[in-house]
């Protein structure tokens, strides 16, 4: 199984956390804003985690990035061994 990179788990904290915080997914911009990088850069990066399985959007839609089933077990445990 191919396992997500520190920056990628990065990331998914970040969505994870925002959407306890407020009930809804970031955008690629509020993204992009806290890790100072580029919204491109954030897209190619939800791009790579799509393709792992780790996350979900739909086409079209604002703030619909979610963790998915994989995603969430992937992120537990990572936490758990403390990566």
Sequence with gaps: MV??????LETMEFIRAHYD??????????IAEHFDVSTN????????????CFVATREGKA???RLT?????????ARRVGV
Excluded: H
């Design 3 to 8: 396992e997500p990179t520190d920056v990628q």
């Design 21 to 30: 915080a407020y009930e809804l997914a970031p955008t690629f911009l509020e």
């Design 41 to 52: 850069a954030i897209w190619c990066r939800i791009k790579l985690l799509e393709k792992k």
């Design 63 to 65: 703030r619909s990035i």
């Design 69 to 77: 089933k994989r995603g969430r077990e992937v992120f537990e445990t």
